[in-house]
């Protein structure tokens, strides 16, 4: 329940920073149409909102299958076999992305302690967005290693 509550967290979260940058590219390029000066800071906290806006909604979209999947090999085999290549699959990714969060987790902690900011006038400090990133990934990694034991599941089930 917790989890899906902070995937879902995550997801709306990705929604509004989502409709956000829409709404301050629009102001955007209001102003640089009607003042010819755009707004400062827009695009710098835009480039950090697409990374949030990606990596918050990553653990939703594993969840629900709505990204892109290649099922050439698991169609042709039988579920059993396919079950045991998605687990292969899962344990992959499940270590792969331990080294990711650790080294993001690492970034985040450098940012918070010096605390750095954007350089522009804005002065937006930097960790929320890696901690932010960081959570992203948990999850994610949370929702690789249950779905690794479902599939593991599936295999040894005859």
């Known amino acids: 329940m917790l ?13 509004m920073v989502i409709s ?25 906290v835009g ?6 806006a990606v990596f918050a ?6 969840v629900e299958e709505a990204h892109v999947r290649m099922r050439l090999l698991t169609n042709v085999v ?3 076999a396919a079950a045991a290549i998605r687990s292969i699959s899962y344990l992959i990714s499940s270590l792969i992305l331990c080294f990711v969060i650790r080294a993001c987790w ?5 940012s918070y302690e010096s605390k750095e900011v954007l350089p522009t006038s804005l002065q937006v400090m930097i960790w929320p967005f890696r901690a932010l990133i960081v959570l992203g990934f948990i999850l994610l990694l949370i929702v690789f290693l249950r779905k690794l034991l479902i599939s593991i599941k599936m295999v040894m089930v005859r």
């Open 20 to 44: 956000m940058l829409a709404l301050g590219t629009g102001i955007n390029v209001v102003s640089r149409a009607v003042f010819t000066y755009p707004v400062p800071g827009v695009v710098d």
């Open 47 to 52: 480039a950090l909102g697409v990374v949030v």
């Open 57 to 62: 909604a990553l653990p939703e979209a594993e």
């Open 3 to 15: 989890l899906k509550l902070s995937i879902s967290a995550l997801a709306i979260l990705s929604a």
């Open 78 to 80: 039988s579920k059993r």
């Open 106 to 110: 690492i970034r985040a902690l450098r």
